[in-house]
């Protein structure tokens, strides 16, 4: 019987043939000979003799019959696979439902052993991972960082230079060194939009795109895998606090707030060169210039073809469904966008996933956008260009593009949310419970919160293919703060004790402009910082938390999981969360004014009758949900902001009942980096 | 003392470090700790071992203290060098001054292996090829070639196969042309060539060489004329010329190359990209398209004066000997420009205003396209709109020429009889076309890799070798000596109706030139496709590095670079189409004793002398180049026909394309 967690190991250097040595320790895989790829028939077994010296292990892999696999190897070893187009996701939901239907993990692993060489390896990861998370016997193992097997689409390609340099040149582990991340490579400081590239290129913001994405798959042949409670809704609100989060970002830097890029036939004025190399392809990810324009997409070899008009009309019918209360589905019946469904159908029509009611007249809006944008530079394929990043998730944040454009998918969610009628003041009110003060403390300093830059090494040794085995660190800079908690003082003037959901949300005072923001703005901008449930007993109360247990964010380590520490950490749904050393804006050298805001709502009405997740990894759940579970919270996400303030609550101090606080917050970023030991120079 | 052969090992695997094992005889350079950069010092024991016992020699490096690299070193270790860029320039040659200063090869290969691991790979010498293999070939055949290293132990390593048709799909239709764009053998022959005839260097002896403006123009001339026939060979009309600078330019080029040395793919043109003003100030670049217009403006009405001014203010005369050959040192330019302040440096800024189209402002840090390299300019379709432009400011001097009055033409006493072409087995005055696959080893470019050969095998055009019988009538009654000149030119234009004159003679490809001498009355000479003088052989495009390599700094080294110039044999003849490519061979035998140049022909490879002309010595040919068809007919001749004086002669050529592919046989 297979050791399941041999399984993992195929992830490893993906593009290698499946025979070569995996794992630290040199495992390897006893492929049978009708297993192995044409190239290597003859020469499977004197390379595994080779590396087999040394190795620790063997993996016996058993010879069965081999399903058929036509289907997922239609798209070629080194094409660029995207979850963004539907002939890929066919593939990849094929090559699921096969892998799924394996009866046992013995018959997983050879067809994943045969499977391996033979499709393209993103797919393959792809739909491996989903596999492994779906099925019974396998959702226990703890997957591999995304970014470790595929370094190629997180880091710049110098960098990877370096890296197989050191592998190949130091032979012993111990005395390679870090490869240092250049900072700010991708632009210059005359690009204004630069100043954000810590954020939109950091490894663990990628990564949680990636992992929410693989949560959350578009479409699979079993419908259960898609269909996860408030799915659409999900889609809106982690998309929705991107662009949140990310315009405090901008004004932290001095730049106003994002335009929606609402104008197919604009050229987008913003260009992007991601000076990455992407290792399946073996091509550079394309760039994109300043000014360039949309065009009509048709590329057969994809099966796409969508013209700009196309979007047009999927816009003005998704915004006559808006505005007129309810869709049609594909019986012409009509489904109303109600208070508490209307979001979530919505969302699923916009992504558009496959629980959407009604692809024919409502189209694959955004789905399309990041196609469109993703092969501006060759749109009919007359050049056989792969797409640029915004075709993938797990490089779509790097551009500054991704964000005009889920700004305008964002301006029609709220256009939606616009017209339901505001929250009243006893839907917001929590009787006999008052919040008395609430602060924020950091380093000894009250209400006042600093970032700063940190170094940190990621192990991407498994990535690297065609290069000596061993760790080979990658140092990269990104943002920090120093860890603060909250105090927060309650009264319950009842005679029992009671349950309050603290939410905590962050946003900026002031606009872009340096003016006091109406609520109507600032809602928009806040960001989620945390959400959790209390015990009230009668009477005062103080209740502390801490920032490292934010509901929305992972740790470090989760973010950059090591295979080796496998044992401690266990659930895949852990990779999926918000990165912890992104919490915070990076606000600015002078301080930056926010608001903070604490919120004490009633659990009893907001809980949601489940049992408890069956594992630790409840940690992330505002933007990644509960595995196998119910969200969280019955309230819509975002809630008490996702609505139009009530009338006569144009300020958020107005808005504030008894059971909400907020007090003013200072971010200040200090231009220091927290070094790791220095490395000599390379040259 | 060092042996010097060992210097040539220092060009081996350019981003590795000096003290990994080099060539295919197992050698390490044993590297004085000072030498090793920060990075390998502290453990220098460790990587200094690496190789092992498998070390078949070991070079001693003398520890010497080592001249000031601060200049070389300011261009980073893995920036892109571009001899376009006039900092690039200045910092080579540097480099190239303190290679040339020190006193003994010891001392040379000291401060070669320091400065090794510190100066930009592209600096270091002259690179191609095989050292470079990024710069030719695509990046998805790198990566197999990585893997075959990898798995696979030498000997059993198979070749990897470089693609047909990766950069462009048929909906391109300029993508038909990518056999010559693409090829190695031109794309070396070009760099070569400029390897040959640098445009500046701190000694100036080494930019003024023999009609150094003229053979610039006549290069890119033919250049163009080969690149039109091959157009006719694929049912597209000429060139339109790039000649507004404001227009956007329509081709987008996507090369597909990832620079090993920059570890950054080169960037890419989209369609319809439009220049803009360059300022660039990390390369010193500063540079309005309002700046191109000027001289190009200068430019012309100097040719329309009839006279340059030089930096004096004197005029200097662009006359029948010496025009073309101070127009091409100023359009160019070249440090012989008669005045770089009134005319600028026109065809220099195109190619890094084209090159730079993406980003010309360095704000999203991207180095230049493949127009900023001599090396791989040649794939991108511009770089022909680019050149067609620039011909034509050329020829608006040579229209303005005398026409050749037939007594400069006539070779009296000398007619021809007859010509005729044959390939073994086929029907006179027939070519045949195919692919053909080679072989070219690549692993001494390839870094951080196991040893041993990797193979590309690459596909390229061919043609069956072909001889010409050239039957002359000798009626002087003495012993003369001919020049034969071979031209040929398609007889129809793209609508398909015959060609004028004016407009065949700028697409007549010189085939070969020679001399022969004549006997008096009828003489038969034969003459192979291979001799040709503007080809150099398959084996010389793609040499051995390891086998023949002379040492860096020596003369021995300036022939060999010297010997790489030429057109690769297997572009002689365009492609012509499946159905035959209807063209005119064009022969003439003029009197050698009126073009001869005396002097003393010496050394190897001047037998590609006609667009590289011949080392260290006089262009062979007191003709301008490309005569008889360099200027505009004589009044009253309008076809090719009535151009012909009895020392000429024509005959009809179909050039027929077989769609077959063949392996080269080793």
């Not at chain 1, 305008?408 to 009787?431: A, G, T, V, W």
């Amino acid at each position: 019987m297979a050791d399941k967690k041999n399984l993992l190991l195929l992830f490893d250097h993906p593009t290698e043939p499946v025979f070569m040595d995996k794992g630290g320790n040199g495992t390897v895989f006893d492929v049978p000979d009708s297993y192995v790829t044409d190239r290597y028939n003859q020469m499977c077994k004197k390379v595994q003799r080779r590396v087999s010296s040394a190795s620790e292990k063997n993996v016996l892999v058993k010879e069965i019959a081999i399903p058929d696999l036509s289907c997922p190897m239609r798209l070629g070893r080194s094409e660029q696979f995207s979850l963004f187009l539907t002939s890929h996701r066919k593939m990849a939901s094929h090559l699921i439902e096969i892998f799924t239907k394996m009866p046992t993990v013995d018959e997983l692993q050879s067809v994943a052993v045969y499977a391996r060489d033979r499709v393209n390896p993103v797919l393959f990861n792809y739909a491996l991972s989903v596999a492994l998370l779906h099925r019974p016997d396998t959702k226990d193992l703890e997957l591999p960082a995304f970014a470790q097997i595929f370094p190629d689409r997180f880091i710049d390609s110098q960098m990877l230079r370096s890296m197989r340099e050191e592998s190949f040149v130091v032979e012993r582990s111990a005395a390679r060194l870090p490869v240092v991340s250049s900072v700010k490579y991708t632009a210059s400081d005359l690009d204004v939009e630069h100043r954000l590239w810590y954020f939109r290129e950091d490894l663990g913001v990628n990564l949680h795109h990636w992992h929410w994405h693989l949560v959350y798959p578009i479409e699979a042949s079993d419908r259960s895998i898609v269909d996860k409670d408030r799915r659409g809704e999900l889609f809106y609100y982690m998309h929705q606090q991107i662009i949140a989060r990310y315009n405090a970002e901008r004004l932290s830097n001095h730049m106003a707030r994002v335009q929606p890029f609402n104008n197919l036939d604009e050229p987008i004025a913003e260009g992007y060169f991601p000076k990455m190399d992407s290792l399946v392809a073996s091509r550079a990810y394309p760039p994109r210039f300043d000014h360039t324009r949309l065009s009509d997409v048709d590329r057969p070899k994809d099966q796409l073809r969508v013209g700009i008009d196309d979007m047009k009309r999927w816009r003005e019918r998704i915004y006559e469904a808006i505005h007129q209360g309810y869709v049609l589905d594909t019986n012409n019946e009509k489904i109303v966008l109600d208070d508490s469904k209307g979001i979530d159908i919505l969302g699923n029509i916009i992504e558009a996933s496959d629980l959407t009611p009604n692809s024919t007249l409502y189209g694959d809006f955004h789905n399309m956008g990041h196609i469109l944008i993703a092969y501006s530079h060759d749109p009919t394929n007359k050049h056989l260009e792969y797409a640029g990043v915004m075709g993938d998730a797990s490089t779509a944040m790097r551009d500054p593009i991704f964000y005009k454009w889920h700004a305008f998918i964002d301006n029609m969610f709220q256009e939606h949310k616009r017209l339901l009628s505001p929250y009243e003041k006893q839907e917001l009110c929590f009787p006999d419970v008052r919040v008395e003060s609430i602060q924020v403390e950091s380093q000894g300093q009250v209400n006042k919160l600093t970032t700063f830059w940190q170094e940190s090494d990621v192990d991407m040794s498994r990535g690297l293919d065609f290069v000596p085995r061993g760790h080979v660190l990658a140092r990269f800079t990104h943002l920090q703060h120093h860890a603060f908690s909250y105090t927060i003082k309650v009264e319950n003037s009842s005679e029992a004790t009671r349950y309050g959901y603290v939410r905590i949300f962050l946003a900026p005072k002031l606009d872009d402009r340096n003016a006091p923001m109406l609520l109507e703005q600032q809602r928009l901008m806040m960001v989620e910082l945390d959400k959790f449930v209390v015990t009230m007993p009668p009477g005062s109360h103080t209740i502390t938390r801490n920032s490292t247990e934010s509901s929305v964010t992972i740790p470090f380590e989760r973010t950059f999981r090591n295979l080796d520490k496998l044992e401690e950490l266990q659930n895949f749904l852990c990779g999926c969360g918000w990165p912890q050393h992104m919490l915070i804006p990076k606000g600015r050298p002078e301080g930056l004014r926010f608001e903070l805001f604490v919120m004490v709502s009633n659990y009893e009405e907001d809980k949601v009758e489940q049992t408890a997740a069956d594992c630790g990894c409840s940690i992330a759940a505002s933007y990644c949900g509960l595995r196998d579970r119910l969200y969280p919270d019955r309230k819509s996400m975002g809630f008490p902001f996702d609505r139009k303030p009530r009338r006569g609550s144009e300020i958020l101090e107005n808005f504030l009942t008894p059971n909400m606080r907020a007090v003013e917050v200072i971010i200040t970023h200090e231009d220091r980096t927290e070094k790791l030991r220095e490395l000599p120079a390379r040259s | 003392m060092a042996d010097k052969k060992n210097l040539l090992l220092l060009f081996d695997h350019p981003t590795e470090p000096v003290f990994m094992d080099k060539g295919k005889r197992v050698t390490v350079f044993d590297v004085p700790d000072s030498f090793l950069t920060d990075r390998y010092r502290p453990i220098s024991n460790e990587v200094q071992s690496r190789v092992g016992d498998k070390v078949e020699q070991r070079v001693p490096v003398r520890e010497i203290s080592i001249p000031d690299l601060r200049i070389p070193m300011s261009l980073g270790r893995d920036e892109q060098f571009s001899l376009f860029l006039p900092k690039h320039r200045r910092i080579a040659g540097r480099l190239i001054d303190i290679f040339m200063n020190m006193r003994s090869v010891d001392d040379l290969q000291s401060v070669a292996v320091y400065a090794r691991d510190r100066v930009n790979p592209g600096l270091d010498l002259p690179s191609f090829s095989q050292t470079f293999p990024d710069r030719f070939i695509d990046s998805q055949v790198i990566r197999k070639m990585r893997e075959e290293s990898f798995v696979v132990q030498p000997g059993s390593r198979m070749p990897i196969t470089i693609p047909r048709d990766y950069t462009a799909s048929d909906l391109d239709p300029e993508h038909r042309l990518w056999y010559f764009r693409e090829d190695l053998g031109i794309n070396l022959h070009h760099w070569h060539w400029h390897l040959v005839y640098p445009f500046e260097a701190s000694a100036r002896s080494i930019v003024t060489k023999d009609c150094r403006g003229e053979l610039f123009y006549y290069i890119h001339q033919q250049v163009i004329a080969r690149f039109n026939v091959e157009r006719f060979s694929n049912n597209l009309a000429r060139l339109l010329p790039f000649n507004n600078l404001s227009h956007p330019i329509s081709e987008g080029y996507f090369p597909k190359m990832d620079s090993l040395v920059a570890s950054r793919a080169w960037p890419p043109r989209f369609e319809s990209t439009r220049l803009s003003d360059l300022n660039r100030e990390a390369d010193q670049l500063n540079v309005e398209i309002g700046d191109l217009e000027r001289w190009r403006d200068r430019i012309y009405e100097a040719i329309h004066q009839g006279f340059v001014m030089d930096e004096r203010g004197n005029r200097v005369p662009l006359d029948e000997a010496t025009g073309i050959d101070t127009l091409g040192n100023m359009i160019e330019s070249s440090i012989l420009s008669p005045n770089r302040v009134l005319y600028g440096d026109l065809h220099n800024n195109g190619h890094t205003f084209i090159s730079y189209a993406h980003d010309p402002t360095s704000k999203h840090l991207e180095s230049f396209g493949v127009m900023g390299d001599v090396s791989t300019a040649m794939r991108d379709p511009v770089f022909y709109k680019w050149h067609s432009y620039i011909d034509r400011i050329f020829q608006e001097h040579k229209s303005r020429l005398p026409a050749y009055t037939e007594n400069q033409l006539n070779y009296s006493g000398v007619s021809i009889a007859g010509i005729q072409v044959d390939t073994n087995g086929g029907r006179p005055n027939n070519l045949t076309t195919f692919w053909q696959k080679s072989d070219v080893d690549m692993s001494r470019g390839f870094d951080f890799l196991p040893r041993g050969n990797v193979f590309a095998r690459f596909t390229h055009l061919q043609h069956l070798p072909f001889t010409y019988t050239i039957s002359v009538n000798n009626d002087s009654g003495a012993q003369r000596f001919g020049y034969v000149r071979i031209f040929m030119a398609p007889k129809n234009d793209e609508r398909g109706q015959p060609m004028l004159m004016r407009d065949q003679r700028s697409m007549m490809i010189e085939l070969d030139k020679f001399v022969t001498s004549l006997n008096p009355g009828p003489n038969t000479i034969r003459r192979r496709s291979t001799e040709s003088s503007v080809t150099i052989p398959f084996e010389r495009t793609f040499r051995n590095l390891d086998a023949n390599r002379p040492a860096a700094g020596t003369a021995e080294e300036l022939e060999f670079n010297f010997c790489g110039c030429g057109w690769p044999n297997h572009m002689l003849v365009p492609k012509g189409l499946p159905e035959g490519l209807q063209c005119v061979l064009f022969i003439m035998v003029s009197n050698y004793e009126n073009d001869r140049i005396d002097q003393q022909l010496v050394g190897r490879c001047s037998d590609a002398a006609s667009y590289c002309g011949v080392r260290d010595r006089l262009y062979p040919d007191r003709q301008s180049m490309g005569f008889p068809f360099d200027r505009l007919p004589r009044s009253g001749v309008d076809r090719l026909v009535n151009f012909l004086t009895p020392n000429m002669s024509i005959v009809d050529v179909t050039i027929r394309h077989e769609n077959r592919t063949v392996q080269r046989q080793n």
